[in-house]
């Protein structure tokens, strides 16, 4: 396709976002592009003295039913879609008096904005744009004649563009802003129909869209021959996505994973009452713990695996201390993760060229009742959210003896863990601190042999000479099917157990933990994590 220069004569412009919208408009009229414009927009021109044509003496219609109505007419359609040089098109416009429009500047109604402000239905519905996408896809569609601009980021290029090719834009360049304003439409889309499927309470609605804006182009993806990108959902609110990268290289797309993962798990834990630090390695926890200080709460962390922790990723869920810091970079580690952070930690990680620090000015909501989706072949499988909290769970007793104070703590925290360790999980805790962790295995007695090696290779690495696991409890993220699994736990030392139950062989699990004189939680959820 020949890379066809278009000159702008006329422009028609109606945003919601009047960011930059002066300055460059003012551009426009002083290279001579007619103006036409539609109510806040109009007013924000001339307000500047920027001279703007209304849209209802192009149309010869007023704006009508609350602004409903305004730019839904064939001589502002006919003008965008008319394919210049067409014999036929180039007739119906001579016919029918409608002037051509070379450049179309839309942004759309904050739909989802208003959704975040909490809006009532009937705010929301009004919020919907309906005349900027039909306008938008118009525009796009016929982007051979036509530049359609839809993000004031890029005015500028416009603006470079006319300029670099005397007051014409290239078709390559207009290609370009098409795709980008078709995927703009349909990301809009996507957000309103989601939120009316949450509205109406329909969870698995006959067709599905998600959609974002791309944060950055990631060097690679999984593996180097991969290609990717990371894009960031509407309203994000705290997360990976809305963090701020204060230093360090640019983020992998296993950095991303690792974090996101390392991020949601800290948030498990109250700040208010809790210090807690997770090392996350390969979407799993190396280690895990809550202490006074996060500086303990590191300390303790690192213990549980210190060898998997290099290369980790390091989530905390308060504010960033210099003492953590100082800490933290004491071993090679790719991300650190946090809230806030002071200017002392900053100071001390900046010394760690290539190490990342994000601050993300909050915590996610581990209850949250979002949506999750994954890719198969051919498709996607979306979900709700694991947002189940131990804290609410209707925890029972299952065994002769019930657990100490000290162990219900322990068997909590271990639970707690459990939930972002990868299936089939098994987590060893004491003392608020993991000792050791057994993750996706095929076999459940194969992680629970696993966390109780590790437990063994962690006192070893701290110089003690009994296995971290003895006095410790188990966590199990699904039912032990057999009771192999629970009696390798108690061989390795444990007192305690929770798993959620429900096997058929509860009663021959229940028995053997009381034969083994331990203490068993049911909870009644299971937090499987493929």
Not at 32 to 59: C, H, N, W, Y
Not at 67 to 76: E, F, N
Not at 287 to 297: I, K, R, W
Not at 306 to 333: H, M
Request: hydrophobic residues 45%.
């Amino acid at each position: 396709m020949p890379d066809k220069l278009r000159h702008v004569s006329r422009a028609l412009i109606s945003v919601s976002d009047k960011t930059g919208l002066v300055p460059f408009a003012h551009e426009l009229a002083a290279r001579g592009i007619e103006i036409v414009s539609t109510g806040g927009t109009r007013k924000a021109l001339v307000a500047a003295d920027i001279p703007a044509k209304d849209v209802a003496d192009i149309t010869g219609f007023p704006e009508m039913m609350d602004g409903r109505v305004k730019s839904l007419h064939p001589k502002i359609h006919g003008g965008l879609l008319a394919m210049r040089e067409n014999p036929e098109h180039e007739a119906a416009l001579l016919a029918h008096g409608i002037a051509p429009i070379d450049l179309l500047v839309v942004n759309l109604y904050p739909f989802e904005a208003t959704v975040a402000q909490g809006a009532g239905f009937a705010d929301c519905i009004e919020n919907i744009d309906v005349g900027g996408p039909a306008m938008l896809r118009a525009a796009a569609k016929n982007f051979e004649s036509v530049t359609v601009v839809v993000d004031v980021e890029d005015y500028d290029l416009v603006l470079a563009e006319l300029a670099e090719n005397d007051g014409a834009t290239r078709l390559a360049f207009r290609r370009g802003l098409a795709q980008k304003a078709f995927a703009l439409t349909a990301a809009y889309d996507a957000g309103i129909s989601n939120w009316l499927a949450a509205e109406i309470g329909e969870a698995a609605p006959p067709y599905r869209s998600f959609a974002g804006h791309r944060i950055e182009t990631l060097r690679y993806g999984e593996n180097p021959h991969q290609s990717a990108a990371f894009y960031a959902m509407p309203q994000p609110g705290s997360s990976i996505a809305a963090a701020r990268q204060v230093q360090g290289k640019q983020l992998s797309y296993n950095n991303v994973g690792d974090t996101d993962a390392a991020l949601d798990l800290v948030a498990e834990f109250d700040p208010a009452k809790y210090a807690a630090v997770a090392i996350i390695k390969h979407a799993n926890p190396c280690g895990v713990a809550q202490a006074a200080t996060l500086s303990d709460a590191y300390r303790l962390a690192l213990r549980c695996d210190p060898v998997s922790a290099y290369g980790g990723i390091v989530a905390v869920n308060r504010r960033l201390d210099a003492e953590t810091a100082q800490e933290i970079v004491k071993i090679f580690t790719e991300v650190i993760i946090a809230p806030e952070a002071d200017e002392d930690a900053i100071a001390i990680i900046a010394g760690k060229q290539n190490l990342r620090l994000l601050v993300t000015g909050g915590l996610p909501d581990p209850r949250r009742a979002d949506l999750t989706f994954k890719s198969v072949s051919g498709g996607f499988l979306v979900q709700s959210r694991d947002n189940a909290v131990v804290d609410d769970m209707d925890l029972r007793v299952v065994t002769q003896r019930a657990p100490s104070e000290a162990e219900l703590d322990d068997l909590t925290f271990a639970f707690r863990v459990a939930k972002y360790v990868k299936s089939n999980a098994i987590v060893y805790a004491k003392g608020a601190a993991t000792v050791g962790i057994g993750a996706g295995q095929m076999s459940r007695v194969d992680s629970a042999r696993i966390a109780a090696r590790k437990a063994e290779e962690a006192a070893r690495a701290a110089g003690l000479a009994e296995s971290l696991a003895r006095g410790s409890v188990v966590a199990s993220d699904a039912f032990f099917p057999f009771a192999d699994g629970l009696i390798a736990a108690a061989e390795a030392g444990a007192t305690a157990v929770i798993q959620p139950g429900g096997s058929l062989r509860d009663a021959e699990i229940i028995k053997a933990a009381d034969d083994a004189g331990l203490a068993m939680l049911f909870t009644g959820v299971r937090h499987f994590r493929h």
